[in-house]
């Protein structure tokens, strides 16, 4: 049984850093590209970035990119996104996703965590 546990959230001032951690569990994790999600209230869930399993082939949306990095360790079966610089605007539940590389769909999600920018 596939799970993902995102934990790192938290209220933070607009400028501050935040780290989100995302533990993956009952997949082999090498062969699973990973990604954040994220939902403000009252809008649609929006990707903000991935990380491939093989390579560690990264993609940001053009709203976090130089902000936000992302990374893997596949020794812990971890993947975390660093926040830099963090607006207001980021507000939002962060959800960790896993896609098996031979899908084109997100096929596992996490729970979701809070992060709230204030200004």
């Known amino acids: 049984q596939v799970q993902l546990v995102e934990s790192g959230g938290g209220l933070v001032q607009a400028g501050d850093s935040l780290r989100l951690s995302c533990a993956a569990s009952?997949?082999?994790?090498?062969?699973?590209?990973m990604a954040w999600f994220r939902q403000a209230t009252g809008k649609e869930r929006e990707f903000v970035a991935r990380?491939?399993?093989?390579?560690?082939?990264?993609e940001f949306a053009d709203s976090v990119k130089g902000r936000f990095t992302i990374s893997r360790d596949s020794g812990k079966n971890t993947v975390c996104l660093q926040m830099n610089s963090l607006k207001p605007e980021d507000t939002a539940v962060y959800y960790c996703?896993?896609?098996?590389?031979?899908?084109?769909?997100?096929?596992?999600w996490g729970q979701g965590t809070q992060v709230t920018v204030s200004s």
């Open positions: 996703a896993a896609r098996h590389w031979t899908s084109t769909e997100w096929n596992y």
């Open positions: 990380i491939t399993g093989n390579f560690g082939i990264t």
């Open positions: 009952g997949l082999t994790f090498t062969n699973y590209n």
